[in-house]
Structures are given as C-alpha cells and as structure tokens.
C-alpha cells in the first residue's frame, strides 16, 4: 500500500484530527506543548506534576512511587516510562500494527532504549545528535558555516584569570562567559575583574572549551523553526525577558517572551528570519530535522543582529509559539514537527508560508511569565493557587475566576492563563518554579523593563502561595534545597 500523500495544509491538519496513531508528550509538565491535543487525535500527555489537579482530559498522571533522586527531567522521564501504570496506559492504547509516537523535552539514551521496549518511536533526532548540536561551542561553529555570525567572541580552555586576560585582548575586560551545556542562565558568567571571575572559576576552568564572548547592549530575542523535507518552516521573532529580579534569581536567566507585531523593526525582524532559514538549513545538512529554537542577541547600539544560541527542541517559548493567530490560521508549527516522523510524504510551499507567517496581521500580542522563588530562603508551601483563568480588577487585584486547561479562553489583558507547577506540600527554594502565567498584550515596556500590569500580576500569583519558613535544621531533614522536590530540576 502506497504512502498517502498530503497536498496542502488542509490536508496536514486533517490527517492530523484523523489521526490514529497512539502519540505521547512524556515530560515533568504539558506546558511545553498545551494545547496540541486539540490538533492531533490520539495525542496525550504523561506527566509527573498534577498541574491541573486532575481535571486535564488528556492528561494522565501516575501514582507516586518510590525513586532515585530526580537530578534530570530526563530522570523523571525514564522513572515514568518505567512506571507500571504508564506502561500499561501505553500497553492498553497500543494497536498491533502500529508503533506510538514519544515526544519530549529531554532525553537520553536511556530513554531510547525504554521506548524500543515499550514499541515506541522518540519522535526526534537521536539524543546523541541532540547533544552534540546542544552544545554552545558546536552552535557558534554551525552558524559560521552557515554565515549567522554570533557576538565577537573565542572558543577556548581558560586556566585562571591572567590567562583569560591574555585571551581576550581584543574583546576588552568585560565580558560574558559561557560553558558548552547549561540552562536559563546557570552557566552564564559576566566577569569584569578578577573578584567576579574568582566566584565561577570552579566552573570556568572546567578543562573543556568555554564560549567567551565581548560584552555588548543587546536586547534578547528567540524564535522557533522546524526543519521539514520541504525546507525550514520559520515562526515570528519574539521577545526575551531575561534576569528580573522579580522572577528569576539568576543574572542571565530566562524567565519569558512577548510576541507581538512591534517588538523589533522590520529590518532586524527580517534578517532574524533569514539567518534561521539559514541555519535551519544547515541543521538539515547535519542530520538534524525538526522541531529548533535560536536566540538572537540585538545589538542596542547598532542594531546587529547575532546568533546566541540553539535549542534543538521544542522549548519555553513554545506555548507561545505554537498558540498565535497564524497558528491557528494555518498549522502550529509543532504539526510540521510531527510530519517528519509519521510515515506520509507532504507537500506544501515553505516560501509562501514563510512569507505570511511574516506578515504582521497574522501576529496577535502574547506575553508569558516564567514565576520563580526568587530567595534564598526555603518554606514549606501550605497554600497554592489552582491551574486555570484569573482576572485582574481596575485597581489591580489579582483573584481566580474559573477553571480552564485552554489559554484561549483569555480574552482581554485583565484575564490570564496560570499554570500551577509548585503545589501545596512542595518546597520554596532560591530558583524553584512557581508557575507560568499567560495574557494578552504586553508585559514590557518600549524600554524593555516590566511594565505596571507585569509587576501587578506578578505580586498577586505571589500573595496566592502560602507558605511557612523553614530552620537551619528543618532544612537539613529536608535533605537539603537540590533535592528537595518539583521544582528542583528543569521543567521547560
């Protein structure tokens, strides 16, 4: 029997609703990818967090079971596939002829070889391949071949602070470091004397090559691609809030995204897209194909436009992504991810797509907030808000109106979306998520600093989490803040 082949993307999104292939998001959370089970029959998340208490139709949480410290969302999603519940979910869905699709935001070998067991395909490029290409050094050197040029920088293995001197003669004394592998900002170092670089040279001077790079006034930026058969399919250029103290204890960390028609000129949107074109295609060429994410660093001062760095996956910046007006007008993104690895051929124009995916009409204004415990205290939380739709008041009180699992449903900029991750009888710790909010419009300024609505939806998502302070000692029962639970590995 001959392969279907789809013509268009009407014929894309109907294959996808009709489809009966057994399909799973296994990750600590479905945040990530909310909302794609709308688009794809047979789609489910497994997860281990409860973020929605339960009522998510096509979520499934496993009981607790005893397991290794979680160090990993890869260990969470090898303690999953080895769950006897999810085993047996998965079993009951099976079909004789057909072998599930697994999708996730991180794994590893192991978890390759758990789902050959459980006669499930990991819908991306291998996990040694995603590795490689997830390292910062391999990125710079991809995009030089691809002509996206990165802030001026080096590569190289740093010994002490006179050797860093030494090295960077002409990228000046302050500067930005980075180690091949790190998340959100925890591997990212400014240093302009030796007292800044003394309290990271443990994990500078690492032995292997560092990213050292020239300081610059930069605005941040991402923007997700998929690289297809047919090309690099391109979404828009987003906005990246980064180091707020008011969300994120770490300097260089992620902690959110606006999209909206405005958020850079038209020329520096435009070479944005170009050079992920073009790295998407270089991907390709690497064996990489699917679901990536660049971010791209703006130059303040001259309106450069460079490479930071490569997520080879979907990302935080997903939800967003994937949830926009051209979206819903055509396909998310996502879909075309899911394409490259059903067994059908497609056809569809990747230049036309492109170019109305550019257009401003077809961006509607998201914002997302990525709510961290931002000290460095430890508290045992008693209270946490619930998953679902909250309202802001003209004076600025934040309260919970109704239940939801869809983002959609906000319908104004005084209404939110609020994914709960940390929940009652969790812990608070310095760098532990909270929760993810969700609105319309904006939540930065034209400055890029946290706009008066940011900060009011902030403090009430806060005020809504109660919690008792832990001692010294009490700390110490709890076996201390890395392990202590949820929150303490990497959920986006």
């Known amino acids: 029997m001959s392969k279907p082949v789809l013509k268009n993307l009407s014929d894309i999104r109907r294959y996808f609703l009709r489809n009966e292939t057994p ?41 607790e079971l005893p397991h290794a410290e979680f160090e990993s969302i890869e260990d969470i999603n090898n303690y999953l596939l080895e769950h006897k519940a999810v085993v047996d979910f998965i079993g009951e869905r099976a079909t004789e002829d057909t072998r599930g699709k697994a999708i996730f935001l991180m794994f590893d070998e192991e978890t390759e070889a758990l789902c050959e067991e ?23 050197r991809i995009g030089n071949r691809a002509g996206v040029p990165s802030v001026p920088n080096l590569l190289a293995k740093v010994e002490s602070y006179g050797h860093l001197c030494e090295l960077c003669t002409e990228l000046g004394n302050d500067l930005v470091l980075q180690t091949a592998f790190g998340d959100s900002g925890h591997t990212t170092y400014f240093i302009s004397n030796e007292q800044e670089y003394d309290k990271h040279a443990k994990e500078i001077e690492c032995g292997e090559e560092i990213k050292i790079m020239k300081r610059i006034n930069c605005r941040g930026s991402a923007i997700e691609a998929c690289t297809t058969a047919q090309g690099t399919v391109v979404g828009p250029l987003m906005t990246e809030l980064v180091g707020f103290k008011e969300l994120t204890p770490y300097k260089g960390g992620w902690c959110g995204n606006e999209i909206y028609a405005g958020a850079f000129t038209d020329e520096i949107r435009a070479k944005a897209r170009e050079y992920t074109f073009a790295f998407g ?50 396909a998310p993104l996502f879909l075309f991810h899911l394409l490259e690895f059903c067994d059908v051929d497609f056809r569809f124009d990747v230049e036309a797509l492109n170019a109305r995916w550019a257009e401003e009409d077809n961006i509607d204004s998201w914002s997302q907030l990525v709510i961290k415990h931002t000290e460095e205290s430890v508290a045992l939380i008693n209270q946490a808000p619930q998953s679902g739709i909250y309202t802001m008041s003209d004076e600025g009180v934040v309260e919970f109106s109704y239940f939801d699992y869809r983002r959609r449903a906000v319908e104004t900029e005084n209404e939110a979306f609020f994914l709960r991750i940390s929940d009652a009888n969790d812990y608070e710790y310095e760098g532990a998520d909270l929760g993810i909010l969700i609105t319309r419009g904006r939540l930065m300024t034209d400055d890029f600093e946290l706009n008066k609505r940011a900060r009011l939806w902030i403090d009430g998502i806060r005020n809504s989490y109660k919690s008792v302070e832990l001692s010294d000692s009490q700390v110490e029962v709890a076996h201390a803040p890395s392990s202590l639970t949820a929150g303490a590995f990497k959920i986006l």
């Not at 789609?43 to 208490?53: A, Q, S, V």
């Not at 436009?305 to 051209?326: C, D, I, K, Q, W």
């Open 23 to 63: 399909m799973y998001f296994i990750s600590a959370t479905n945040f990530n990818l909310l909302g794609i089970s709308a688009w794809v029959k047979n789609f489910r998340y497994i997860n281990y967090l409860d973020c929605f208490d339960g009522r998510h139709p096509n979520v499934f949480i496993p009981g």
């Open 118 to 140: 459980l006669n499930l395909d990991v819908a991306f490029p291998s996990a040694k391949l995603r590795s490689s290409l997830d390292n910062k050094i391999e990125t710079v």
């Open 281 to 330: 295609e270089a991907l390709r060429s690497e064996g990489y194909r699917g679901y990536f994410e660049l971010d791209f660093l703006i130059d303040t001062d001259n309106g450069q436009v460079y490479l930071g760095e490569l997520n080879p996956r979907v990302t935080g910046a997903s939800s967003l992504t994937n949830h926009a007006a051209f979206a819903h007008a055509d």
